[in-house]
């Protein structure tokens, strides 16, 4: 064995080895137990970012320990390969999507090769490939069949210059990315799934998750929104007919303090009251055009204007003003809502700001109401009493709840009811690259489904777009096609599918990803749910939701028999790294990568600045952030592998921070990384060069011996415990970098002293093997083994290893010598009393006898008398 580390032969190696041997080559067998191992596929952007370098030597590491436990381990990967991106790239480059997607597919996979992860890449799949979003379209079509797919109309993002729908991230400000043009909102039909009526399992089957982090499931639990109110109507009167106003509330509790009503712009109220009222109708025309982003609306400035229609309060009579505000969304409740500006804080806010009434219903003991400021204890539910409520004055808020909702359901006009802040979900979109929605447009027959013989409907792969449009509008070939109906000439449906459709089910398709016939077969039932799934915090809701809904049709549909599909979560903190720019005068801040800053320290070693390499000149520092393309502040995976190897960079994952919090990049950490597996070469180097240890003898060791084969086994306890239950790598393999530095002190060349040593090393290895598995290979060979490290189990700590000082003690019986015991030294006679009548062979001379007295002589035997 050379003594020197090259961890490119070493990786070439080990690599090459696990190719030939097909290693990682799941198969199922129902005899084994089996462990499914996943990480978030990537979006193949071009190239690896080290946030995926992160997710995947996590999953990696968590896959080989799973292994060692001797479970059947499945570890797939593959695309995520449909989006906007590539038509980006399309666009700027001329290049089809596809051939850019394929390219950075074939790019990316050697990278992913190159880090040594155990992947079964026999299971590969792209989801932008026939074989695979065939069966999104088949399963569409089931679903349609069933009712769970619909179309109604929706509202989309449309550039009036380009002529198209712009997704919700190529509106900025407002306007168009491209154009710059004001985007309008347009309705147009498109397909929805009926993800609400899976709203009440998806928050129940929450609680069959204790293996996702609570504050995933409570994001899940947000998005879901059930909640329970009243759905009760304003009646009013409308050139001369009887109309109502219904509206959905959680406080029914305040209706007595309803001073207001606020219509969406798009309600038929407001509608009606713009027709001949210009002010109000530029006013409805403006919150039209805004967007329609929900997340938008929780933070744009409420803006609003009189209709100066009234409509009947319920239960008092009154007239009650009706507004139209920019906060109301049509597509939530009834596109109305009651205002109650005392109690709830964005009526507050709005009432001040048009100077409508606010009136006090509400109280709480020992507090004063104040319209001055909105103050917390104004929404407070449970320590409220009704006051200036009339007949309610007094009630806390579920006796107010109950005798209000029973008074309106008793004049008609309104229920208790659950509501749900769920939608439907859209996944109609306007683009090309994505999975044709499998529908075909007869001007006889009208939507036509299309048979499943006639399956996949396949995306032209050579289409360039350019801005304008979805292209397949004008793709002849694909766009006319027979009706399946009737045979007379018609249009294929030009929109696809969303994106988030190809990564809801991606999951199960691996278990049988070479299956033409069917989306799954029997293997899904052997390889899921996932027993780990690990991937980014920003996937908390929508992916994860989306795939929970998928699997459960799936399910009532009789494709699988499990309710969730990812049993364990982990999601990974992000990466991070300093950032560096300029600001210009007049001009754009520019970034500076970090690798081009050089730190400026004083003669102690305090840093006082930064300076851009090539020029010598000062920049500024803007402290750490995710690593990011618009930061400039991102490390390239593959001049770090390139530099130190796969181990290095594996290593320095899993050491600089657990994996769920954020990991600061550092040049020193990386550095330190390659230093310490260079250590661990020369020590193995060094110990097989005097050639081979013998057989190791526990009883024969001295005190140092015994001492060293503990810490040894100590490491194994605790770096077992941190892997398998903790997930904290980073404190286990500072375990096993303690133990190294033991072993680097150690000298004692004996026959027994290198036994000991030899135990140390495969011990080390072992523990080691899944964070950097090539070295770990390389030096297990070293260490005189025909079998590869891969095929090993993992170790077990010795209990008679792990008791720090045991001295041994002669059992006799009657007098006789019959055993021995090893003991705590500091064991007292109770315990050392109790070992010896346990010890077999002294059991065997006094069987038939009644023990009279047990003699203990501390340090040296134990007599047991017996008669
Ligand atoms: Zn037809």
Known sequence: MDDFYDPAAVEAAAQHYWNEHGTFRAVEDDSREKYYCLCMFPYPSGKLHMGHVRNYTIGDVVSRYQRMQGRNVLQPMGWDAFGLPAENAAMANGVPPAQWTYDNIAYMKKQLKSLGF????????????????RWNQWFFLRMLEKGIAYQ????????????????????????????????????????????????????????????????????????????????????????GKP???????????????????????????????????????????????????????????????????????????????????????????????????????????????????????????????????????????????????G?????????????????????NLGEKQVQWRLRDWGISRQRYWGCPIPIIHCDRCGEVPVPDDQLPVVLPEDCVPDGSGNPLNKWPDFLNCACPKCGAAARRETDTMDTFVDSSWYYSRYCSSDNGEAMVDERVKYWMPVDQYIGGIEHAILHLLYSRFWSKVMRDLGLVAFDEPFTKLLTQGMVLNEIFYRHPQGGRREYFNPAAVEIVTDD????????????????????IGTMSKSKNNGVDPQSLIEHYGADTARLFMMFAAPPEQTLEWSDAGTEGAFRFLKRLWKLVAAHVEKGSAVALEPVRLDEAQRKLRNQVHATIAKVSDDIGRRFTFNT???????????????????EQGRAVLQEALETVTLLLSPIVPHIAHANWQALGHRDAVIDQPWPQADPAALQVDTIEMVVQVNGKLRGKIAVAADADAATVEAAALDEPNAQRFRENLTVRKVIVVPQKLVNIVAS
């Not at 550039?159 to 190529?170: F, H, I, K, R, S």
């Not at 509790?253 to 109220?269: K, N, R, S």
């Not at 007949?391 to 004049?411: C, F, M, N, P, T």
Request: include cysteine; glycine fraction near 8%; charged fraction near 25%.
């Open 152 to 239: 109604k109309t929706g509202t989309v993002n449309w550039d009036p210059v380009d002529q198209t729908v712009l997704a919700n991230e190529q509106v900025i400000d407002g306007r168009g990315w491209r154009t710059g043009a004001l985007v309008e909102k347009r309705e147009i039909p498109m397909y929805y799934l009926k993800i609400t009526a899976y709203a009440e399992e998806l928050l129940a089957d929450l609680d069959k998750l204790p293996g996702w982090p609570e504050r995933v499931k409570t994001m899940q639990a947000n998005w879901i929104g059930k909640s329970h109110g009243v759905r009760f109507a304003f009646p009013y009167e409308l050139d």
């Open 118 to 133: 155990g992947i079964d890449w026999e299971r590969e799949l792209a989801t932008c490939t026939p074989e695979y979003y």
């Open 604 to 623: 102690k070693g305090q840093r006082t600045g930064a300076v851009l390499k090539a020029d010598g000149q000062p920049v500024v520092s803007a402290g």
């Open 732 to 750: 286990a393999i500072a375990a096993v970098m303690e133990l190294i530095n033991a072993l680097y002190k150690w000298d004692d060349e004996s």
């Open 243 to 389: 109309e109502e106003l219904w509206v959905f509330t959680t406080r029914v509790d305040t209706i007595m303090g309803v001073t207001f009503c606020a219509v969406a712009a798009e309600h038929p109220l407001a509608e009606y009251a713009a027709r001949n009222n210009p002010q109000l109708a530029a006013f409805v025309a403006e919150c039209k055009a805004g967007s329609v982003i929900e997340a938008d609306m929780a933070t744009i400035e409420k803006k609003g204007m009189p209709t100066d229609l009234f409509v009947t309060h319920p239960i008092s009579g009154e007239p009650v003003e009706v507004w139209v505000g920019n906060y109301v969304l049509m597509g939530y409740g009834e596109g109305a809502v009651m205002a109650v500006p005392a109690h709830d804080e964005r009526d507050f806010e709005f009432a001040k700001k048009y100077g409508l009434e606010i009136a006090q219903v509400v109280e709480v003991p020992g507090k004063e109401y104040s319209t001055d400021a909105w103050q917390e204890w104004y929404a407070d539910k449970a320590n409220g009493r009704c006051v200036n409520s």
């Open 391 to 411: 007949k309610y004055d007094g009630l806390d808020y579920e006796a107010a709840v109950d005798a209000i909702a029973a008074d309106l359901a008793s004049r």
